[in-house]
């Protein structure tokens, strides 16, 4: 049981691990006056089609927003750069007064005529759902009048959470995905769902796939293109590796068009791995099997001797865990164990009760699980711990440098790739420089 002040209505989504287990709360709304350390509807709209590079990206509302989510996230493109621009109609105070539908109808006129673009996303802020503008309305006026589908992202919303935000982003994709009618070549056709291509991340899982004969019709987004995912139905599986922003996404495909769906996660060996393995089981192919066999020996047969000295240098260090998807936290306790590092803290801000079931099974005992976390909890929890490093996004790296520990960068601003065999090198060279750094021993604790 914490030995720190929590506030009552988020006592039952702080856990320890004990032998006898216990129930977690999780899919509340943050708790008001928590600080909670998720981000709002829009952004979590933003992150999601972020990486659809031949698309146009226009944020309806103040200017703020479109610079808080500018190039949010790591997403490389091997071609078109447009959605890096993140433009946005700037709403003021008389926008405000007298309504920005004018405003947003001649920015998307004169955009399109500049840019282009396969198509366009128009992402409603707050701000919108103020004053009411019929976002929804223009975008239908101007495809109309331009030929280009305009989608719009009703991302709108106080109360709502960053959760709320990939639902609006799937809702939108769900609009795109089946407008092309094109059946794509191949025996065994996948989707990747849910990996945005972080550093390149998806490249390289798209040269296992390739290795073991499979080929991706769409990734939903990294590396996007419009014209992929309109053709997506025409997959066999979809591989869903972030269950928290995508999972509407692949429950409406597979309802629409009866495509199944595998949740998968590229971190760590084990995980990576399986989600190799996922893909044999489900063709029911024993070439496939036995490619996917043969990469993981070659893979693995290079990574485990480059791990050893992380692994005796990182032995008996602890490290907490905050990250967006549940799932991801998952991976992340695996990857960990294989280097020597105990897990102390983990948490999340989208998990659902299976998730944090498998944690429990998953962490020692004594370990702190908790859903939907804040600044003063996680302060708490990681200097009770004893943690030597932080693993998180980027509202935890001032959590981590306040208290005087390591910090690893698991969110989707980083630039170094995490995610297949080769990110397993780099993330443990990582932990091991940030934890291991001669400079933590100036810091007063």
Request: glycine share 10%; proline share 2%; aromatic share 8%.
């Amino acid at each position: 049981m914490a030995t720190f002040n929590i506030l009552e209505e988020r006592r039952k989504q702080v856990l320890t691990k004990t032998a006898e287990g216990g129930e977690i709360a999780c899919g509340k709304q943050s708790t008001a006056g928590s600080v909670s350390q998720r981000a709002c509807v829009f952004c979590g709209s933003r992150v999601v089609l972020y990486p659809i590079a031949d698309a146009l990206h226009l944020i309806h509302g103040p200017v703020g927003c479109a610079a808080y989510t500018w190039d949010i996230r790591g997403s490389l493109s091997s071609g078109p750069q447009l959605h890096r621009l993140s433009f946005s109609t700037d709403l003021n105070e008389k926008d405000v007064v007298f309504g920005g539908e004018k405003k947003l109808y001649q920015s998307l006129i004169k955009l399109i005529e500049t840019y282009q673009p396969k198509a366009a996303f128009v992402y409603s802020t707050c701000i919108v759902g103020v004053i009411g503008d019929d976002v929804k309305a223009v975008c239908k006026k101007v495809e109309a009048e331009t030929g280009i589908t305009v989608l719009p992202v009703m991302s709108e919303g106080f109360s709502g959470t960053k959760k709320d935000g990939y639902k609006a982003a799937c809702d939108a994709l769900e609009a795109l995905v089946g407008t092309g009618n094109e059946r794509r070549n191949g025996k065994y056709t996948i989707n990747i769902l849910g990996d945005f291509n972080l550093a390149g991340e998806l490249w390289m899982l798209a040269g296992y796939y390739r290795k073991m004969g499979v080929d991706i019709v769409a990734s939903i987004t990294g590396d996007g293109r419009i014209d992929e995912i309109r053709h997506a139905h025409t997959a066999s599986l979809n591989l869903v590796q972030c269950s928290g922003s995508m999972m509407n996404l692949a429950k409406s495909m597979k309802e629409k068009y009866g495509i199944p769906f595998k949740k998968v996660s590229y971190f760590g060996i084990e995980d990576m791995s399986e989600a190799l393995y996922e893909v044999a089981r489900f063709f029911e192919s024993d070439e496939l099997m036995e490619k996917a066999r043969a990469l993981v020996r070659e893979e693995i047969g290079t990574l485990l001797p480059a791990l050893e000295k992380y692994r005796k240098a990182l032995k008996g260090k602890k490290a907490a865990i905050y990250v967006g998807g549940a799932f991801k936290a998952i991976s992340l306790v695996k990857a960990l164990r294989l280097i020597g590092v105990q897990t102390v803290v983990v948490g999340s801000q989208t998990g659902g009760p299976d998730d944090y079931a498998l944690l429990q099974k998953l962490c020692d005992e004594g370990t702190y699980i908790v859903d939907d976390s804040n600044p003063l909890e996680l302060s708490h929890m990681v200097q009770e711990t004893g943690a030597d490093i932080f693993i998180g996004g980027v509202k935890e790296r001032p959590i981590a440098y306040k208290i005087g520990i390591g910090f690893c960068d698991h969110n989707h601003e980083r630039k170094l790739a995490l995610a297949g065999y080769e990110g397993m090198i780099n993330f443990a060279e990582e932990v091991y420089a940030s934890a291991l750094s001669p400079v933590w021993k100036f810091i007063r604790k």
